[in-house]
């Protein structure tokens, strides 16, 4: 085991403490900035964008549960499903491109030497900042294909009749299509937050500085925006 983790420990052990104190800032962000909407949809949800959101979503269901042959349902779902299907295309797009620059990583190392004006950085670190933005680009798949998931469940359900479907689930349905709703919103959220944390990851190729400036920007933006509702 040891001998298995010796080259792991050799790529830390070449990463500067200037690009350590980039990674954990990014990684206290993403981590906080995830723990922080959690905390604020299940206390205050009304301070919340989200929130907000969620109550539309709800007014939404109400008015259009158990409407059959509803065109303004069949096309606000299609459009939900059409732009999730974009951005989870775009993602397998951006995860080969990254995959390509793994196979001319010294290609990329050559290339960066024009826009780095610090000594290079070691190609197995270089290796490092492309695997975590292809991990990423994963994240961002997973949680739009998951909206996707879910938003295929919905225009089944909202095309039986509330009767219905309220006697299957044995209670007033409305609950239960309004969590899928907010589960299937939830995702595309989080994908979209992926997206906007993808900008530090790609500047920390260029610069440890540029990966911290863009990192507290990118949260300073979220929060005006998120806290705007």
């Not at 205050?44 to 509803?70: F, M, T, V």
Request: net charge positive.
């Amino acid at each position: 085991m040891p001998h298995a983790l010796s080259p792991f420990l050799d790529i830390c052990t070449r990463i500067s403490v200037l690009d350590w104190l980039a990674l954990l800032l990014f990684g206290v962000a993403v981590v906080g900035y995830r723990s922080f909407l959690g905390l604020m949809l299940h206390s205050q949800p009304e301070r919340l964008y989200l929130g907000k959101l969620q109550a539309y979503r709800n007014a939404w269901i109400a008015a259009h549960s158990g409407d059959q042959n509803s065109i303004v349902t069949v096309q606000t779902l299609r459009n939900n499903i059409m732009t999730a299907s974009f951005l989870a295309s775009t993602a397998i797009i951006l995860i080969m491109g990254a995959f390509n620059l793994l196979g001319n990583l010294h290609g990329l190392v050559e290339t960066l030497r024009v826009f780095r004006p610090a000594p290079a950085t070691e190609p197995a670190v270089d290796l490092l900042k492309i695997l975590l933005i292809i991990v990423t680009l994963w994240y961002c798949f997973f949680n739009f294909t998951s909206h996707i998931r879910e938003i295929n469940y919905l225009s089944l359900i909202l095309n039986i009749p509330k009767a219905r479907l309220d006697a299957i689930e044995g209670t007033d349905s409305t609950r239960l299509l309004s969590q899928i709703f907010l589960s299937s919103g939830i995702h595309f959220s989080m994908g979209m937050r992926g997206y906007y944390f993808l900008i530090p990851l790609f500047m920390w190729i260029f610069s440890p500085v540029l990966m911290i400036a863009s990192t507290v920007l990118i949260v300073l933006t979220l929060l005006k925006r998120d806290l705007r509702g």
